[in-house]
C-alpha cells in the first residue's frame, strides 16, 4: 500500500494537557499511524516557559521559538490549541486558521462566548475547529452528541461537567466537611485551583453548558444570561437534610427543550440518591443526554487531567487524519449565523423545589408559611420538621419543604415574601429537584 | 446555497427496528437533512409480509416486491439491513455491496461470525459496511470505540449487553423471583423472545463481545470459543448470597487486554453494589471501557427497542450522508486478514471467584475444603457459613467462599477436586467475581 503522508501537527501551550498530548503521540505513535492511516507527527511545539523541566523529552528542533515559526511552516497541516485563555489563544486560533491549519482545540470559553467569531472565520478559510476536549474531558461527548445521536431531537442534557466541584460536593457529603474544608483538601490533592473561582461559582459549568447546548439543540446561549449557582454557598445542613429526604445534592447543568423554547441553569440540584448522576462521585463528569429516539443515555468517564483531556485532543486528531470532510462539514454547519432556538427566561425553568426556612418555633407558623405558598400556588408535597430539643420560649427549627413542580419565576417570588415573614429569621435557602 | 442530492435509502425488514428507521426518516425528516446536509431519503422497503398492518404508512412505491428491484435501480446509494439472521440477510448484504450500494446494518452475528468475508468483499468494492447498531442499541458505543477513544490502548471492555437477561435479573434480584417465573414475566412484557435461549445463554452477548473486541483490540475471538455461561441456571440463593456480601449479579461480556494476550468471557459476575455497572437495572445496557489514557469510561443506554436502535442506524445514514470517507477509511481498516492479537485460551482468564458448596454440617469439612483450595494454590478470602437450625445428625449447609485472584484453569482444577469430596453433596457453584 502506499504511503500517506503524515499529519503534522504543532502544539500552542505545553502545560498539563499539552505535555500529555505530546505523550500520547509519542509513546502510541504506532497505534496511532494504525488507526489514522497516517503517521500523526508532533513537528512544533510552542511553551511560554521552554526552560521548564518537564516529563516529555522533546526532539531536537521541535520547540518552537514564537508563533510565526509555526504558522510560516508549510508543512504544519494541524494547530492545536491547549494554552488556555481567551485572548492570546483566540488570536492564536485565528493566526493559525488564516495560515491554512486546521484547528483542534479544548477552549470552551472561546467556544462558548467567540463561537460565531471563529467559525466564521474558520469557514472563511474552509480550515477545520475540533473539539472534543472542550467539555468533559476524556468522554467523547462531543462526537456523541453530533454523530451517535443524530437521528435525535434532543430533549434535555444534564451535566456534572466540573469534576473540581463534584469532587468538593463528594468529600462534604461522605465525609461531612463544610465547604472551605474540602475546598481545601480539592487544592491539596491538585483537584482544585488555587483560585478556584471559576470552578465553584458554576462559570467554567456554564461555559460547557453552552458548548453541548450548541451542539444539541442549535441553541445559542448568552453565557452571561445562564442562571447560574456555585456550590460555595452550599451549606453542609442542606446536604445533611437532603439526604434524610432520599437525595445527593450534584452541581447540575442543565439544559431542557421544550416546544416553547430552551430553559438551561446550573445551580446545585437535588438528585435521588438511586439515580445514575447522584452517584457520580470524586472527580469525575458524566452527562445525560435524552433523546427523542434513543430515549435516555448516560456518558461517564474523567472530566479533566492529563491524560483524559489528551486522549480527547488525540481523537479530533486522528479524524482530521481519517477524515477532514466530516470535520469541516461540521464547520460549515456550526456557530453560524441561522436564529437560534428560542432561549426563555431563567423564571421560566421548571422544577421540583426543595425550600429550607429557619423559623420560630411557635404556633401559627406552618400556616403562615403555606398560606405564602398557597398564595403563590406552589403545591407543597412533603414536610419535615424535626422536634426541637427544649420547649424554651423563642427556640427556632429548621423547616424542609419539597415543593411540587413550579416555574422557577412564581417559586422565586414566593421565597422573596417568605422572606418578609416575621417568623422566618434568616433568608430561605432553596434548590432545584431533579427529575 | 446549491442544494445537496439526497442519500436515497432502501430498507431490508420491516420488523421492529425497520419500522423504527421509517418512522425517523420520515418524522424527523427536516432535522436531519440539516444535519446531514442532504435530505435522508426512504426511497425503498423489502418486507416479507407486504399485507401486515404497520404503525407506519409508506408513500406509493415504496414497497418493493423483490430484492432485485432494489440492486437495480441505481439511484439507491444504501441499504439497510435490518432483517436479521445471517443466511439471507448475508446474501443480500454482499448482493448489495456488489451492486454498488453502500450498507449499514445492524446485524452483529453476520459481524461476529462473517466479518472477514463481508468486509472482504465490501472492500473489493469499495463501498462501506456501519454498524453502530449492531452492539447496545442506542448507546453509540461503536463511534465511541472507534473515533472518540482512538487515542487509546484498549486495555478492558466489560459490558452488559443483552436487556433481556439484565431484566431478568434485576427481577430476581428486586422480587426474589426465581428464574423461570423471571422470564415469564420478561416474555409477557415483550423484554423476551417466545424462544429465549440466544439470549440467556450468553450466545448474544458473545456475538456483541466479538464486535466490540475487533474494534477495540484488533481481536478476531472465535465466537464458538468464547467461554460462556448464560443466567437460565442461576439460583436465586447465589443472588441472595451474593447480596449479603455487598454483591450484585449481571452478565457480563468481557474482554482484558495484557502484555501476553487476551482473555474473555461471557458470564453471570459478582459486582460491588456501588459500581456503575452493578447499577444498571432493567433492560438497559451499559458499556465500561478502559483505555490507558482516558482511564475508565462508562456508555449507558437502552439496549434494544424499536426507536433507540433505530437511532444508531439513522445515526450512521447521517455518517454516511455527511463523510462517506471516514466509513470507507473504517472498511479498509476493519476485518482485514493481518493477524488478530494473540487470544489466550479460557483457563487464562484471571479473577477472583465467588463458589457455593452444599456440604454436610460435620466437624472437618472446613479443613478438608480449605486443604483443596490451598493444594490448588487459590487463596480464600472470605467465608460464609450460617448456623443451621437444628443440631440433628446429618444437617446440611451452604459454605460460601471469595477468593483471590487466580486463573481460570487453576480454579476449575479446585472445583473438580473438590467435587470430589464426599462431604460436597452438589456440584459446587461458583462465578467470578468482578473488578
Known amino acids: ?128 475547529v475540533a473539539f472534543e476536549a472542550s467539555v468533559a474531558g476524556g468522554i467523547p461527548i462531543i462526537g456523541a452528541i453530533q454523530r451517535g445521536l443524530a437521528g435525535n431531537t434532543i430533549v434535555a442534557i444534564q451535566g456534572i461537567l466540573n469534576g473540581t466541584c463534584n469532587y468538593i460536593l463528594t468529600r462534604m457529603t461522605d465525609d461531612l466537611l463544610d ?70 445534592i450534584r452541581l447540575l447543568a442543565e439544559i431542557w427543550s421544550d416546544p416553547a423554547g430552551i430553559t438551561s441553569h446550573v445551580s446545585p440540584v437535588l438528585l435521588k440518591k438511586n439515580t445514575p448522576l447522584a452517584q457520580v462521585r470524586g472527580a469525575f463528569n458524566a452527562v445525560r443526554v435524552i433523546g427523542d429516539s434513543v430515549g435516555e443515555t448516560l456518558f461517564y468517564g474523567a472530566g479533566a487531567g492529563r491524560k483524559p483531556t489528551a486522549s480527547a485532543v488525540v481523537s479530533d486528531l486522528v479524524e482530521l487524519a481519517v477524515s477532514r470532510n466530516g470535520l469541516l462539514a461540521a464547520t460549515n454547519r456550526l456557530w453560524t449565523q441561522n436564529p437560534s432556538a428560542p432561549c426563555l427566561p431563567p423564571e421560566k425553568l421548571r422544577s421540583r423545589y426543595y425550600l429550607r426556612l429557619h423559623v420560630v418555633d411557635r404556633p401559627g407558623v406552618m400556616a403562615e408559611v403555606s398560606g405564602v405558598l398557597a398564595s403563590h400556588e406552589i403545591s407543597i408535597a412533603s414536610v419535615i420538621q424535626h422536634e426541637t430539643p427544649t420547649d424554651a420560649a423563642n427556640s427556632q427549627v429548621h423547616m424542609v419543604i419539597m415543593t411540587h413542580l413550579a416555574s422557577a419565576g412564581r417559586f422565586l417570588n414566593a421565597i422573596n415574601a417568605l422572606n418578609q415573614l416575621t417568623c422566618v429569621l434568616a433568608q430561605a435557602v432553596h434548590y432545584p429537584v431533579g427529575e
Not at 441553541?219 to 449557582?229: F, G, K
Open 179 to 248: 465547604y472551605p474544608t474540602a475546598l481545601r483538601g480539592a487544592q491539596d490533592l491538585g483537584f482544585a485551583e488555587s483560585d478556584p473561582t471559576l470552578d465553584v461559582n458554576g462559570t467554567d459549568a456554564a461555559h460547557k453548558l453552552a458548548v453541548l447546548a450548541h451542539l444539541a439543540m442549535d441553541a445559542t446561549l448568552d453565557v452571561e444570561a445562564i442562571s447560574r449557582r456555585g456550590i460555595d454557598t452550599l451549606a453542609p445542613l442542606d446536604i445533611h437534610f437532603a439526604s434524610e429526604l432520599g437525595y445527593s
Open 1 to 128: 500500500m502506499p504511503v500517506n503522508p503524515p499529519l503534522n501537527i504543532a502544539l500552542l501551550g505545553l502545560g498539563t494537557v499539552g505535555t500529555g498530548v505530546a505523550q500520547i503521540l509519542t509513546d502510541s505513535a504506532a497505534l496511532l499511524e494504525h488507526r489514522a492511516g497516517r503517521h500523526l507527527k508532533l513537528r512544533k511545539v510552542l511553551t511560554k516557559n521552554p526552560a521548564k523541566s518537564r516529563d516529555i523529552t522533546l526532539l531536537p528542533g521541535v520547540l518552537a521559538s514564537n508563533l510565526q515559526e509555526i504558522l510560516q511552516d508549510p508543512s504544519i497541516d494541524a494547530v492545536v490549541e491547549v494554552a488556555g485563555g481567551t485572548t492570546w489563544a483566540f488570536d492564536a486560533i485565528v493566526a493559525a486558521l488564516e495560515a491554512g491549519k486546521d484547528v483542534v482545540t479544548a477552549n470552551k470559553a472561546i467556544l462558548a462566548t467567540r463561537g460565531a467569531e471563529l467559525f466564521s472565520i474558520a469557514r472563511k478559510y474552509q480550515r477545520c
